[in-house]
């Protein structure tokens, strides 16, 4: 029996939320069994009462409001535990075009994906403004030079995946888990690929966006993380070999003063030489222990994913 798991993170949604479930198919071709889950992300209003009011399978409670990421994070982990062969994320904003869930599990179902993101129209989408605009398709340059994928639209919470592929995923994020998961999925030579889904019309603001700067910043923050976490090895070790050639002129500047009678006047470019080329060192042995950390961080990965696959399948036994 295949089952597909929908699970929608919730945080005070009990507005939108009965759009969105209205919207949501009971039946998939390629599945037997399509069942809905709603993660409940500290909510202060009646978010729960109208996905029980709407018949939601699984309700995943969060005690207090801990972030989009940790509720995405939460959900994978039940999926995982119900049984789900696949899973597919969406909002509960209705952003995205239920109809188009057949679509985005197809490539899974064709054994050509294992992992999928839907593709959002984003010059045609008018609520979003020219900022958040170029800084989704910085965002998604950023991720595919990570993650050496062509995802065109990273940040897209439309996404499909396979039990294997929720078990590999670590976010350590509590802002956003889009970025991060397509990263990890590209380091970890997961076959990941996009199709193009439509959007639907703006329901609410975004909560994640709360103005234009706040989204710089935090995008800003976040494609430096990223890089730092996933490319240590090209954060660190490249501006240091940059500072090694920046402190060459000083170096030798000081240093035909020195053979040409003047050296003594011209001490600030040996110090500045100096300071240079010891933040060069600084960096290059951060990005070479940076480097390490990250060997030891996918063993663990694997240490972890290795476990969690022996979980599920001692609980299918136990279930048959």
């Not at 910043?217 to 976040?222: A, E, L, M, Q």
Request: glycine share 6%; net charge positive.
């Amino acid at each position: 029996m295949k089952k597909l798991i929908i699970q929608i993170p919730c945080y005070n949604e009990e507005s939108v939320l009965p759009i969105t479930l209205q919207e949501l198919p009971r039946e998939v071709e390629g599945f037997d069994v399509v069942e809905w889950l709603v993660i409940d992300d500290g909510s202060r209003d009646g978010t729960v009462q109208v996905a029980r009011d709407y018949g939601v399978d699984h309700i995943v409670r969060l005690n207090v409001h801990r972030g989009l990421a940790r509720a995405f994070t939460a959900g994978l982990n039940y999926c995982i535990k119900a049984g789900a062969d696949v899973i597919v994320n969406t909002d509960a904003d209705n952003q995205y075009n239920a109809d188009d869930i057949p679509k985005l599990v197809a490539p899974i179902l064709a054994g050509h994906a294992e992992f999928v993101v839907g593709e959002r129209p984003i010059s045609d989408i008018k609520h979003f403004s020219l900022a958040k605009k170029i800084l989704q398709r910085v965002g998604s340059w950023v991720v595919r030079l990570a993650s050496n994928t062509s995802i065109p639209d990273a940040p897209s919470g439309f996404r499909a995946m396979t039990r294997d592929v929720a078990m590999g995923l670590n976010v350590f994020s509590s802002y956003t888990y889009t970025l991060e998961t397509v990263i990890q999925a590209g380091r970890k030579n997961m076959a990941i690929t996009s199709v193009p889904i439509r959007t639907n019309t703006d329901l609410r603001p975004s909560r994640l966006v709360k103005s234009s700067f706040y989204y710089i910043r935090v995008s800003i923050v976040t494609t430096v993380r990223i890089f730092m976490t996933y490319r240590p090895f090209r954060f660190f070790v490249f501006p240091g070999i940059a500072l090694f050639f920046l402190a060459l002129i000083p170096s030798i500047r000081y240093t035909w003063f020195h053979f040409t009678g003047g050296g003594g006047g011209h001490l600030q470019s040996l110090i500045l030489a100096a300071i240079l080329f010891g933040a060069s060192f600084v960096l290059i042995v951060a990005g070479f222990l940076a480097e390490l950390m990250g060997v030891n961080r996918q063993l663990l990965e694997e240490i972890r994913w290795r476990m969690r696959e022996h979980e599920f399948e001692a609980q299918r036994r136990k279930e048959e």
